[in-house]
């Protein structure tokens, strides 16, 4: 980061990082802990500043053998889609570029939300979901995977005001 005095009155303060380095929910964690800091500098007030921990990279690193072999065991058998299939749907059912767009009901909304708290799950498993049976039906498959990013944090107060990069893709 760089701070710079811009006048008598006032300053610039400019944050520059590599996506590699923080991820999205960290940034927000680090500018409020920075505003926090540089305000009681501005104060002249005494801050505690805490100690970083690590243990949940022990824990992801113990776990990781057995994610991969989880992997290679459920994807033993698996065979690519024909990406040249999906181009050749979508010229035949949309001849020019086309934007579709359908907005939900707010009835719907409030049941993919109540389902969602009901089950465990977010709103956005169910979009996922939906993408996927999209995917299925234009592949005419019942066996699909395709990726998506993952916070990689679980609901514990340490991870979710941890800063650093979690992410992690399926």
Same mark, same amino acid.
């Given at each position: 980061f760089y701070l710079a005095k811009v006048s008598?009155?006032? =300053?610039?303060? $400019? /944050?520059?990082?590599?996506h590699l380095i923080l991820d999205g929910w960290s940034q927000s964690i680090l500018l409020k802990e920075l505003t926090f800091i540089l305000n009681a500098l501005i104060q002249d007030i005494d801050i505690q500043l805490n100690r970083a921990v690590g243990p949940h990279f022990t824990q992801h690193q113990n776990?990781?053998?057995?994610?991969?072999?989880? =992997?290679?065991? $459920? /994807?033993?058998?698996?065979?690519?889609?024909d990406i040249a299939r999906l181009q050749s749907i979508i010229k035949s059912e949309i001849n020019e570029a086309t934007r579709i767009t359908h907005k939900l009901s707010s009835g719907i909304?409030?049941?993919?939300?109540?389902?969602s708290q009901n089950n465990g799950i977010t709103p956005n498993a169910i979009a996922n979901l939906a993408w996927g049976c999209t995917l299925a039906k234009w592949f005419g498959t019942n066996d699909l995977c395709f990726g998506l990013t993952l916070a990689g944090r679980n609901s514990s107060s340490e991870?979710?005001?941890?800063?650093?990069?979690?992410?992690?893709?399926?």
């Open positions: 008598d009155k006032k =300053w610039m303060f $400019l /944050l520059s990082h590599h776990e990781k053998t057995l994610d991969v072999e989880f =992997w290679k065991k $459920l /994807l033993d058998n698996w065979q690519p889609i909304t409030k049941s993919i939300v109540n389902f991870a979710l005001n941890a800063v650093g990069m979690f992410v992690n893709t399926l």
